[in-house]
């Protein structure tokens, strides 16, 4: 299953839809998308993510992404703000989350989130005091 074609314009063709080609023009058009649809476009996006960069578990998913874009790096945002193009970036976000979406339709959003769950359980801070725990062994 594709991409909503409105996305999918737009992360392949930014100019013809953002009037300003960056890479938070993106993340607010895509914001924007996921609303009018009642989260369903992103659900599940964030938990996929976190498992991937290892950690950043209180990041919005956009800076997950650029997480991933930048993996050296101690501050992707700053990376982010010394490019002068952000289409290779955009790129990118189109790349992870069609990954996310096939993945997504092909194994469901139980297998995303009990992959996350099994991430959270490996972090030393997270035990049963933790708000949310589920006791599920």
């Known amino acids: 299953m594709e991409l909503p074609y409105e996305i999918e314009i737009m992360l392949t063709r930014p100019g013809m839809c953002l009037t300003e080609v960056s890479y938070d023009s993106a993340v607010a058009y ?5 609303a009018i649809c009642h989260g369903g476009i992103l659900h599940g996006f964030r938990e996929w993510l976190i498992p991937k960069v290892n950690g950043r578990n209180s990041n ?3 800076e ?10 101690e501050s992707p945002r700053t990376n982010l703000e010394q490019l002068s193009d952000h ?8 790349q992870i989350l069609k990954k996310f979406w096939d993945e997504r ?28 725990w589920f006791d599920w062994e």
Do not use: C
């Open 30 to 34: 895509l914001m924007g998308a996921n």
């Open 60 to 62: 919005m998913w956009s």
């Open 64 to 73: 997950l992404v650029l997480a991933l874009d930048f993996p050296d790096s």
């Open 87 to 94: 289409k290779p970036v955009i790129s990118f976000l189109h």
């Open 105 to 132: 339709n092909q194994k469901g959003l139980r297998i995303i989130f009990l992959n996350y769950e099994k991430w959270l359980r490996k972090q030393d801070w997270y035990d049963p005091t933790s708000p949310k």
